[in-house]
């Protein structure tokens, strides 16, 4: 009889701390959820940098380039296709390292990319887009 007593003692404890429990529960959860948010919010901040970043090179590199080879077609001197080759070269792999970060991101349109440089959402332009 005296175990039955301790265990109605024990689930009526259980029982009347319940609430409690929930509410940490609760608590817990939005704190994990807060710091997912948090967490994506930083990482977004990265991509973004880490975007612009690679699009910046690429136009640079894009318009030396250019100028590398206007002063091929002017001077016609080796020197200056040697250089225009070796720019094409580096501006190539900055075209692909931003092509794959874009494919990585999901980014297909020019508006899904100024959306993405200026930290908008990208899931109402997604919904127009299907």
């Given at each position: 009889m005296?175990?039955?007593?301790?265990?109605?003692?024990?689930?009526?404890?259980?029982?009347?701390?319940?609430?409690?429990?929930?509410?940490?529960?609760?608590?817990?959860?939005?704190?994990?959820?807060?710091?997912?948010?948090?967490?994506?919010?930083?990482?977004?901040?990265?991509?973004?940098?880490?975007?612009?970043?690679?699009g910046?090179?690429?136009?640079?590199?894009?318009?030396?380039?250019?100028?590398?080879?206007?002063?091929?077609?002017?001077?016609?001197?080796?020197?200056?296709?040697?250089?225009?080759?070796?720019?094409?070269?580096?501006?190539?792999?900055?075209?692909?390292?931003?092509?794959?970060?874009?494919?990585?991101?999901?980014?297909?349109?020019?508006?899904?990319?100024?959306?993405?440089?200026?930290?908008?959402?990208?899931?109402?332009?997604?919904?127009?887009?299907?």
């Amino acid at each position: 009889m005296a175990q039955f007593t301790c265990f109605s003692t024990l689930v009526g404890q259980i029982f009347t701390a319940l609430p409690y429990i929930a509410i940490l529960n609760l608590f817990v959860k939005g704190a994990i959820k807060a710091m997912k948010d948090t967490n994506k919010t930083e990482t977004k901040r990265e991509d973004i940098a880490k975007f612009k970043k690679l699009g910046s090179i690429f136009s640079v590199l894009l318009v030396a380039l250019i100028l590398s080879m206007v002063l091929y077609y002017v001077f016609k001197d080796p020197i200056y296709r040697s250089v225009h080759v070796v720019l094409f070269a580096i501006t190539l792999y900055f075209g692909i390292r931003l092509d794959k970060e874009k494919k990585r991101l999901n980014i297909k349109t020019y508006k899904e990319v100024s959306a993405f440089c200026k930290g908008e959402s990208l899931e109402d332009i997604e919904k127009d887009r299907q």
